[in-house]
């Protein structure tokens, strides 16, 4: 479904301030995959999704997305692959426009806009019925202005956003990070769902370690731009924190630094 | 002397309409994309001059308001190319379109100013048919609200829109942001320069100068209407857009006005301008100092000032107590 081949790229080049993001990233994906990346400050866990999505060109390598390269498209062309979920809840969502438009927009991700009205009433029904799914009382309010809602809230509704046109990957960018633990655990709990009932392939960057080892049926740590450690099935199962501190001194031969992953 | 002035009224209200049509294209710019224009000042006199020398060429007025609100859409689209392509920052794109169309504006004229009396000419709207030019005005205010909201509850309209309320979003859902910043621009300087066509009508002649400053009229229209009548509108965005021209209206009464009491017009300009500037901080200083976290923080701070007092006096007094 996913597949990187020997991915680099390098912020401002040339000056001091250079820093090799990604030194040449190898990963593949099958269909249904379910991925938690971890790493510590600046490992380029967000970087790969970033590149993923066309934010900016990558220098070298090979993306490609269900089998197409997808290195030469723009940002808005590659959205036709993707959902995303971002760490500010504020990003994913336009807070001046209803909650029913932002779904409308969202419903029409990788589809020709065209001077058809901008939403049907067969689509409001649908809405609300996605809605009801998130449990949060959304469905009521379809004329409410996405600002009037909490960062919980507009989580829950970017992921739906995300995963209302079944995208080939879905990429979830510490999409929990921002949000207090209770809020935390309800919109991972609804991520999972999603993820299980729509059989997606997902990745998930997450500085949680214990929600790494409990999401997902693969693992992989980042560390100074690379793949340090990929594992999968039963052997990920099995991982604990403190296993996973010690393969991470062992693969990078340093402390795992990161204060906000040691302390959550 | 009373009466002369209402009998200057019925010319604000077909001013306002005018400019209030301007005061939409502002509005589509400034409050949908998002996007400080600068671009108005100049395809407001370009509008003025392509209207004012087809007119004057024996062209039938509907090719000349076509052709005007053309050559706006295309100043709109320099803008929107210098904008995105070339990724420089949007006000400096439309001061640079405006540079550019001062020359274009001249060459259009073939000099600083081209006249269109109406003693002449068959015009749409004139200055001494106030009743038919109001009227007039108003089915173009009306028709042009109309297609917009029918145009921004399209899915390409509302794609416009997102562009405006969140970059990121509209990117990661597959809205070609370049695009539909560019089309907005286009749009906006088209319904601009019809109005220029308009308003040369009215004065009976375009002029280089008769732009200058059209931005800080139509911000003033758009900024009027919302704060007058915003709460009118809840969110229909027809309303919203009839508010704009309200807004362009009471700017005009509200000019004629102060024209009438006696100000300085050489002052009016500097008037409005300020005028902008308080609506336009009006809501960041309402947080600043007039929210409840911003009042409770004075509160407590006030508080502590005077707990500190009383313990220092308490302090005073105690170390007077030693001594004695």
Known sequence: MLELIDVKKTFNPGTINAKKALQGVNLHLNPGDFVTIIGGNGAGKSTVMNAIAGVWPIDSGIIRIDGKEVMSLPEYKRAKYLGR?????????????????????????????????????????????????????????????????????????????????????????????????????????????????????????????????????RLIMMHEGKIIFDVSGEEKKALTVEALLAKFSQSSGQEFASDRALLS | MLGDYFNSLPAAVAQGIMWGIMAIGVYITYKILDIADLTVDGSICTGGAVCAVLITNGQPMWLALVAATVAGMLAGLLTGVFHTFMGIPAILSGILTQLILWSVNLK??????????????????????????????????????????????????????????????????????????????????????????????????????????????????????????????????????????????????????????????????????????????????KNKYFSNAAIAEKKALKEQQKAAKKESKKAGKNSGKEVA
């Open chain 1, 85 to 217: 979920v971002f760490q500010d809840p504020m990003m994913g969502t336009a807070a001046t426009m209803e909650i029913q438009e932002n779904l409308a927009i969202a419903a029409r991700r990788g589809k020709h806009r065209t001077l058809r009205w901008g939403i049907s009433s067969a689509e409001k029904k649908k809405f609300r019925e996605q809605l009801a799914i998130l449990n949060l009382g959304l469905e009521d309010r379809l004329t409410a202005k996405v600002g009037l809602l909490s960062g919980g809230q507009r989580q829950a509704l970017t992921l739906l956003m995300a995963t209302l046109n079944e995208p080939k990957l879905l990429l979830l960018d510490e999409h929990t990070a921002a949000l207090d633990p209770k809020t935390a655990k309800k919109v991972l709990e609804l991520t999972d769902s999603i993820i299980q009932e729509k059989k997606l392939t997902a990745m998930m960057v997450t500085h949680n370690m214990k929600d790494a080892i409990a999401h997902g049926n």
């Open chain 2, 108 to 285: 259009i004229m073939g000099g600083a100013n081209l006249s269109v009396p109406a003693a002449r000419y068959n015009l749409l709207i004139a200055r001494l048919d106030l009743n038919r030019s109001i009227i007039i005005l108003e089915i173009f205010a009306l028709v042009l609200i109309a297609v917009l909201y029918w145009f921004f509850g399209t899915e390409f309209g509302a794609s416009i829109r997102a562009t405006g309320a969140n970059l990121n979003m509209s990117s990661a859902q597959g809205i070609n942001t370049s695009l539909t910043k560019i089309i907005g621009l286009v749009l906006s300087n088209g319904i601009v320069a019809l109005s220029g066509a308009l308003v040369c009508q009215y004065n009976g002649s375009a002029t280089i100068t008769m732009g200058q400053g059209a931005i800080v009229t139509g911000l003033a229209a758009v900024i009027i209407g919302e704060a007058l009548f915003g709460w009118l509108c809840r969110n229909n965005f027809a309303l919203k857009l009839i508010v704009v021209v309200i807004g362009g209206i009471i700017y005009w009464v509200v000019y004629n006005t102060v024209i009438f009491m006696g100000l300085d017009s050489n002052l009016l300009r500097m008037t409005a301008a300020l005028l902008i500037a308080v609506f336009l901080a009006a809501p960041h200083l």
